[in-house]
């Protein structure tokens, strides 16, 4: 009679292990309904130099920023960074009132311009970022961005 009870006993305290050490699934997240994280790159500088400032930009997949680029120079210059725009998910590129949505692969900002870029990082890695005007890159324009978890 006891036997059976703490057999019982023994397999319910068994189960109730089982059943609380199942993890319940992940809730699903909308990655794009997060408020985004505001980054900043210039590109060129107001005494002409030709640099992107800064030169680095570092990001972390699954978390969506606002990249704001702005063109304080008397130029105009490419943001080129192919790899990179392959490794994140566009939400959508702002401009005076304009959205426009889809993969971004380069954005030519003229003097004065400025543009919000919203995206996901999707892919960790390290990309170059160029500014392709010719001479601007031999001059220095060059960049890195990096992806990491
Ligand atoms: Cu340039």
Redesign the pocket.
Known sequence: MWSWVYRSLLVGVCLLTLWVGVPAPAAARDLSKQAPQDQFIQ??TADSQ?VFVPKELSFHNGVLYRLHLSNPSQ?K??FTAKDFADAVWTRKLEVAGVEIKGQIREIELKPGAAVEWQFIPLKSGVYSLI?T?PG?AEAG?LGRIIIGD
């Open positions: 590109l060129g030709l130029l210059h490419y500014c005007i601007h324009m």
